[in-house]
């Protein structure tokens, strides 16, 4: 992935944190990195880290071969009209990372000659730990796998059908958010037994960091893990038993449900 050349138009939050993993990624060069903002002041670290930066969206696109589109949903028509002279048939590869956009919609903007694929990071990119899910529209198995290679460079990435893609919204982009609530109340219910809030956010971040992984490596069911600690009569199946009894599993399953059925109108 050395040779390719990156453009990422629009570094806002989730643009900047792509970039930011591109160029701390060793399989990427930082010269062939691109970043573009209107306020260029505010990605001045990407260029001390070795990207180019500019306010010029043709300019990025001409010298680039694989254009990660990172504005809002509504931008992105007025974008692909802007860069579109500056496409080559052959050449170009469009990511859009705007929610809610088909491949079919992009496609059509951009007259269908172009591979296009859809994109939905979460904002752990940030550091490196986002989950990419990934579809794609006139595109072949090589040009999936740059598009792959790209998002894992900031964390874990996967293929999916794009009819899962608002699915996938939901529980990779909107999923970290109900992560981040599950963790205050386990901070609020530590500090209510006796720790500072300081010391329990260290005790929650790295029991849930510790759980996520074991599930990744050991690559079992949360409930063959929950079993190793769930001893008769024990203090942990109290625990369970009761915020089940107060609709733990079914609020959150609530949740995702209500999150989807909104994404889908």
């Known amino acids: ?4 050349k990156i453009s990422v138009i629009g570094c806002g939050n989730l643009g900047k944190s792509i970039a930011k993993g591109l160029l701390e990624n060793e399989n990427f060069c930082s010269e062939n990195i691109i970043a573009t903002r209107r306020k260029l002041s505010l990605i001045k670290d990407l260029e001390t880290a070795g990207a180019k930066i500019t306010s010029d969206n043709l300019y990025a696109v001409k010298n680039s071969n694989i254009v990660l589109i990172a504005v809002k949903p509504y931008n992105v028509s007025k974008i692909i009209n802007e860069v579109k002279p500056a496409l080559k048939e052959g050449q170009h590869i469009i990511v859009s990372l705007a929610t809610g956009l088909g491949t079919s919609e992009i496609s059509e903007m951009l007259d269908n000659k172009f591979p296009v ?6 904002i752990a990119a940030n550091i490196g730990e986002s989950v990419t899910c990934i579809c794609g529209k006139n595109c072949e198995a090589e040009q999936s796998q740059k598009i792959k290679a ?10 999916i059908n794009e009819e899962l893609m608002e ?12 992560v981040f609530r599950f963790i205050r109340a386990m ?9 500072d809030a300081n010391t329990a956010k260290q005790i929650v971040s790295q029991t849930v960091k510790g759980a996520a992984e074991m599930l990744q490596k050991n690559k079992d069911h949360p409930e063959s893990e929950i079993d190793k600690v769930t001893t008769p009569k024990g203090c942990t199946i109290v625990g369970l038993n009761e915020m089940e009894h107060q609709g733990f ?4 399953i609530k949740g995702i449900v209500s999150s989807f059925e909104k994404i889908e109108k």
Do not use: H, Y
């Open 150 to 159: 790209v998002f894992d460079a900031i964390g874990e990435s996967l293929l």
């Open 117 to 122: 694929f859809r994109a939905m990071p979460n």
């Open 187 to 195: 901070i609020q219910g530590g500090i209510q037994i006796g720790f």
């Open 167 to 178: 699915a996938a919204t939901i529980l990779g982009a909107c999923g970290i958010a109900f």
């Open 249 to 252: 599993s079914s609020s959150l």
């Open 1 to 4: 992935m050395k040779n390719e």
